[in-house]
DNA sequence: AACCCGTGGGC
DNA sequence: TGCCCAAGGGT
């Protein structure tokens, strides 16, 4: 079944696909189970020219990771964005001494659902299974002209397909065809390695289903507390941007407080509208006030960066 | 199943 | 510009 498509996508792989990339190119677990974590939701570009590596020179090991301070690992994760990737990532350093081979196994750990748990089975230890992300997804969609199935039915129609002889190169092949060719807008049928057994490829962007998203603009007023020279910030707590620090949301500014600006940022459900207050205080309050210099040391989100450059450009 | 969780690329 | 979307997981 399939002999002839596998060794098409095989030949496309050795021929067009990205065989570079770092991760692919190592046999150690944790390397790959670390480039997984990272690229869950986040383009290659982005892991590859700033992460992906001083990550790892920093945590060279998985016995390293999880004898480092949660702070630590946060503070190299600054930017990456989904923080509970990385709390969860040093939450499984600190459970194993090694990664299963088992997907049973795998997918037991915080932070590796059933894409990763396969991702890790095929990628670090060889096993014939299938992945399923995001440009997987859509090849299948196209491939059975799908417009909204259910993830039981994609399982069983990429078990159905995968290449058992060499799942390795058949899964990132997958994945390279997903985002070289099989792309959600203009995709590339006519150079198509599956296009022989493809039934979507006359309307391609039928399948899958485009996402509709809302986003709504909440407000907020931040106050910046100002002591000795030194700022207020906090650690977040919640599961929104958990365990960096940032400064203090308020309902109603402290009357003497001065308004500085606005700041704004955009996440995936919502729109921030913040506005900027100073205040000066007379007794320290029971948070913890940082320089300028030691805010760069602590690991803060997007929007509280924005606010010392604004805090900073009116000083 | 649907929603929350960040940030930046690319058009 | 504004919008879609990216090697998903947790709830």
Same mark, same amino acid.
């Given at each position: 079944? @399939?002999?002839?498509?596998?060794?098409?996508?095989?030949?496309?792989?050795?021929?067009?696909? %990205?065989?570079?990339?770092?991760?692919? &190119?190592?046999?150690?677990?944790?390397?790959?189970?670390?480039?997984?974590?990272?690229?869950?939701?986040?383009?290659?570009?982005?892991?590859?020219?700033?992460?992906?590596?001083?990550?790892?020179?920093?945590?060279?090991?998985?016995?390293?990771?999880?004898?480092?301070?949660?702070?630590?690992?946060?503070?190299?994760?600054?930017?990456?964005?989904?923080? &509970? %990737? =990385?709390?969860?990532?040093?939450?499984?350093?600190?459970? #194993?001494?090694?990664?299963?081979?088992?997907?049973?196994?795998?997918?037991?750990?915080?932070?590796?659902?059933?894409?990763? =748990?396969?991702?890790?089975?095929?990628?670090?230890?060889?096993?014939? #299974?299938?992945i399923m992300e995001a440009n997987v997804k859509r090849i299948l969609c196209r491939l059975h002209q799908l417009i909204k199935p259910t993830e039981k039915r994609l399982w069983e129609i990429a078990y159905d397909l995968v290449d058992k002889v060499n799942p390795f190169d058949y899964?990132? =092949?997958?994945?390279?065809?997903?985002?070289?060719?099989?792309?959600?807008?203009?995709?590339?049928? !006519?150079?198509?390695?599956?296009?022989?057994?493809?039934?979507?490829?006359?309307?391609? !962007?039928?399948?899958?289903?485009?996402?509709?998203?809302?986003?709504?603009?909440? !407000?907020? &007023?931040?106050?910046?507390?100002? @002591?000795?020279?030194?700022?207020?910030?906090?650690?977040? !707590?919640?599961?929104?941007?958990?365990?960096?620090?940032?400064?203090?949301?308020?309902?109603?500014?402290?009357?003497?407080?001065?308004?500085?600006?606005?700041?704004?940022?955009?996440?995936?459900?919502?729109?921030?509208?913040?506005?900027?207050?100073? @205040? @000066?205080?007379?007794?320290?309050?029971?948070?913890?006030?940082?320089?300028?210099?030691?805010?760069?040391?602590?690991?803060?989100?997007?929007?509280?960066?924005?606010?010392?450059?604004?805090?900073?450009?009116?000083?």
């Amino acid at each position: 079944m @399939y002999r002839k498509t596998h060794q098409t996508i095989q030949e496309w792989y050795q021929q067009s696909g %990205r065989l570079d990339l770092p991760w692919r &190119n190592t046999d150690e677990a944790y390397y790959i189970y670390l480039s997984e974590v990272m690229l869950q939701q986040t383009q290659v570009k982005t892991v590859l020219e700033r992460y992906y590596i001083p990550f790892i020179e920093r945590f060279p090991s998985l016995k390293s990771l999880g004898e480092a301070p949660l702070d630590d690992v946060l503070k190299m994760w600054e930017g990456l964005g989904y923080y &509970n %990737r =990385a709390k969860n990532l040093h939450k499984t350093a600190t459970l #194993v001494d090694e990664l299963p081979s088992d997907i049973e196994e795998l997918i037991k750990l915080p932070g590796i659902g059933k894409n990763t =748990a396969h991702a890790v089975a095929a990628f670090a230890f060889h096993q014939p #299974v299938p992945i399923m992300e995001a440009n997987v997804k859509r090849i299948l969609c196209r491939l059975h002209q799908l417009i909204k199935p259910t993830e039981k039915r994609l399982w069983e129609i990429a078990y159905d397909l995968v290449d058992k002889v060499n799942p390795f190169d058949y899964n990132q =092949a997958m994945m390279d065809i997903g985002a070289t060719i099989c792309l959600p807008r203009n995709p590339k049928c !006519e150079i198509c390695p599956l296009s022989d057994i493809c039934k979507g490829k006359e309307e391609p !962007e039928r399948y899958p289903e485009k996402k509709k998203r809302m986003v709504p603009t909440r !407000e907020q &007023n931040i106050l910046i507390r100002i @002591y000795e020279d030194k700022l207020s910030l906090t650690q977040r !707590e919640g599961k929104f941007l958990h365990g960096l620090w940032g400064f203090e949301s308020v309902k109603i500014p402290e009357c003497a407080s001065e308004y500085l600006g606005e700041v704004t940022h955009v996440y995936t459900h919502f729109k921030l509208n913040c506005k900027v207050y100073l @205040y @000066y205080e007379h007794t320290p309050e029971h948070s913890d006030y940082f320089s300028v210099d030691e805010i760069q040391k602590l690991a803060i989100s997007k929007v509280d960066e924005k606010i010392v450059k604004l805090f900073l450009a009116t000083m």
